[in-house]
C-alpha cells in the first residue's frame, strides 16, 4: 500500500500558468519535505514542514510556495512556473528529525512548456 | 554545509558480478548515511543504511561500509541481477539534522 502519495504523476503546464502539485501520507510523520529533482541530477531540497512550522531553504526560489492544512497533506504551488522548473517533484516523509530515513512518493514530473 | 560526492556516475556489471559505489563527504559531524534506489519513473526507496557508531552493515545481497576517519562509505552489491538497474544515491545527514545531503548519483545498469 503506498504511504506517501503525490497527485498528479505527470503534469504539463504552460510557462506563467500557476500550478499545484499534492502529496499525501498515511503515516502519521510529522515532518514532510519538498525535493525538486533535474534530470540526472541529485534531489535539492526546497522546504519543509515539521508539523505546521514552514522551514525555507535559502535558495528556493520565490515563485515556489508551499501549504500544509493537515498533517496528512502538503502542497507545493508554483506561481509562475518557467522553462527551468521542467523538473521531478519528489514529496517525502519522516516520523521527526532524528533522521531514520524517508519514505518518498513516486514523484510527480513536472513540464513546462 | 555538508558536500556529497558519489562515484562512478555510471557502472555497468556482468549479472552476477559484484558492483561497488563509493561515497565521500565533507562534515565530520555527519553521522548518518542512507542508500536510495530509484528505478524509472519512481521515487527513491531506502535499501540499506549506516550509523556512524558501525562499519559495516550487511543485508542479503547488500551491504554498506563506512570508514569515518577517511569520510567515505561504500555500497556493495554482490551476485547482481537485472532487476539491480537503477539510480542508486548515497546521502548523508547528522542524526539531528532536517535534511538529507545527497550524492550525484550513480546508474547501474547489470547486464543479463
Known amino acids: 500500500d503506498a504511504m506517501v502519495i503525490q497527485n498528479p504523476r505527470y503534469q504539463v503546464t504552460q510557462f506563467g500558468k500557476p500550478v499545484t502539485l499534492s502529496c499525501s501520507q498515511t503515516?502519521?510523520?510529522?515532518?514532510m519535505y519538498w525535493y525538486q529533482q533535474k534530470s540526472s541530477q541529485a534531489p535539492k531540497l526546497l522546504f519543509h514542514?515539521?508539523?505546521?512550522?514552514?522551514?525555507n531553504e535559502a535558495d528556493t526560489p520565490d515563485n515556489f510556495q508551499s501549504r500544509r492544512p493537515n498533517t496528512s497533506f502538503c502542497f507545493l504551488d508554483i506561481r509562475s512556473p518557467g522553462l527551468g522548473d521542467t523538473a521531478m517533484y519528489l514529496c517525502?516523509?519522516?516520523?521527526?528529525?532524528?533522521?531514520?530515513?524517508?519514505?518518498f512518493g513516486s514523484g510527480t514530473r513536472l513540464t513546462v512548456v | 554545509g555538508e558536500n556529497v560526492e558519489q562515484h562512478p556516475s555510471t557502472l555497468s556489471v556482468q549479472e552476477g558480478d559484484s558492483a561497488v559505489i563509493k561515497c565521500t563527504y565533507s562534515?565530520?559531524?555527519?553521522?548518518?548515511f542512507p542508500w536510495y534506489k530509484q528505478e524509472l519513473g519512481k521515487g527513491p526507496q531506502l535499501i540499506i543504511d549506516?550509523?556512524?557508531?558501525?562499519g559495516e552493515k550487511k543485508d542479503q545481497r547488500i551491504a554498506v561500509t563506512l570508514n569515518k576517519t577517511a569520510k567515505h562509505f561504500s555500497l556493495h552489491i554482490t551476485e547482481t541481477q537485472p532487476e539491480d538497474s537503477a539510480v542508486y544515491f548515497c546521502?548523508?545527514?547528522?542524526?539531528?539534522?532536517?535534511?538529507?545531503?545527497f550524492g550525484t548519483g550513480t546508474s547501474l545498469t547489470v547486464i543479463p
Open positions: 503515516l502519521n510523520h510529522n515532518v
Open positions: 517525502a516523509t519522516s516520523r521527526d528529525y532524528i533522521i531514520n530515513g524517508y519514505t
Open positions: 546521502a548523508a545527514s547528522r542524526d539531528t539534522g532536517n535534511q538529507f545531503y
Open positions: 514542514y515539521y508539523d505546521k512550522d514552514f522551514n
Open positions: 549506516i550509523r556512524s557508531n558501525v
Open positions: 562534515d565530520s559531524a555527519s553521522n548518518y
